[in-house]
């Protein structure tokens, strides 16, 4: 099979489109209310997922609490799923923003 100049053009946008339109946040979590969140997980706890989103120079960081959590996929393609007893109700977590370093 031949591939033209402008069947190489063509493959050619279509990765730069796919590396521009896929940030590389690391996992997606996915709510039991139907949300998905791309971000970076930056902590576990037996209650709460703690992510990052990053806007430029700003990072926010969140917290969901993990009985809310459907699902994880993972960097590594690996999938966590989460009953809906594998955790008790905690307060609502606040949102904290920071500046990269």
Do not use: H
Not at 20 to 28: H, K, M
Not at 85 to 97: L, Y
């Amino acid at each position: 099979m031949r591939v033209g100049i402008s069947g190489v053009i063509f493959l050619l946008g279509c990765a730069a489109g796919f590396i521009i339109l896929n940030p590389a946040y690391g996992e997606t979590i996915y709510t039991k209310d139907g949300k998905k969140i791309q971000a970076k997980i930056s902590e576990k706890t037996d209650t709460t997922i703690w992510y990052e989103i990053s806007s430029g120079d700003i990072v926010e960081e969140n917290g969901i609490d993990i009985s809310d959590v459907e699902k994880i996929l993972n960097d590594d393609g690996s999938v966590s799923k989460y009953s809906p007893d594998s955790s008790k109700k905690s307060a609502p977590a606040s949102a904290k923003k920071k500046e990269k370093k």
